[in-house]
């Protein structure tokens, strides 16, 4: 798997489309003074693969991690991204700290799924993605932030909530044109999820913005504002 750069800075290594991977896509601002990565990967092993293309790419090292939200498949990858600064939505921290106090392990995720069969889903796309617990740490982000905060580099990340998870945030690239979406408008997770939930449409329609060129969802194909807009009226 390799980087793609998709428009001005920015670089996406792509996502699973298989969704029992839980695999999302992990997108790289490239600067001089530090890149940015947005989510950690979904485990220190899809880390590492990140980490091995950026170099691979001759990109600079990075010197920020934003989490878009405390979601496993965005944050346990984080262990593996040495001397980085952890940003996160501030209500991502309890939770987080929750998660961290975990005793993780293939016997644990078993046991999990045994008390609670809806964690199936979630819980064996965990065991599949870490082969070794040896130094895994669940990371609550270093610098929080309530509504905006705009990096060194010019990375705008702002919070916008929403139903799959309270501390969700997108990260805006103003120079470039694009706006990393994370999991912000899709359902809640599926183990928390009833069949009256769907897609905030709202959420994604509200994130639409003539200044913005594309949008990048992160189990999703990158869509440009004009796919965008079509997508949002033909799901309304």
Do not use: K
Not at 20 to 40: H, M
Not at 54 to 69: Q, S
Not at 119 to 142: E, K
Not at 148 to 171: C, I, K, M, N, Y
């Amino acid at each position: 798997m390799e980087l793609r750069h998709l428009a001005g800075r920015v670089w996406l290594f792509p996502g699973d489309p298989d969704p029992f991977a839980v695999r999302p896509t992990v997108a790289v601002v490239a600067d001089d003074r530090g890149s940015v990565i947005v989510d950690a990967g979904q485990s220190p092993a899809h880390a590492r693969e990140v980490r091995a293309a950026l170099a691979a790419a001759g990109l600079p090292e990075p010197r920020w991690l934003v989490y878009t939200h405390h979601h496993w498949d965005h944050v346990w990858g984080a262990c593996a991204w040495p001397g980085v600064e952890i940003v996160g939505h501030a209500s991502g921290v309890a939770p987080l700290r929750a998660e961290a106090a975990r005793p993780w392990s293939h016997r644990y995720l078993r046991e999990q799924v045994r008390e609670n069969p809806r964690l199936g889903h979630s819980f064996r796309a965990r065991a599949m993605a870490v082969d070794s617990w040896d130094g895994f740490a669940v990371l609550p982000p270093t610098r929080t932030f309530a509504d905006e905060l705009t990096l060194p580099t010019g990375v705008v990340v702002r919070h916008v909530g929403g139903r799959h998870a309270p501390d969700s945030a997108v990260v805006l690239v103003p120079d470039s044109g694009v706006l990393l979406l994370g999991d912000c408008w899709y359902p809640p997770p599926a183990h928390l999820r009833t069949p009256e939930d769907g897609p905030d449409l709202a959420l994604a329609a509200s994130l639409l913005d003539d200044d913005v060129a594309w949008y990048v969802s992160a189990h999703d194909e990158p869509l440009p504002l004009a796919e965008a807009r079509a997508a949002l009226a033909g799901a309304g």
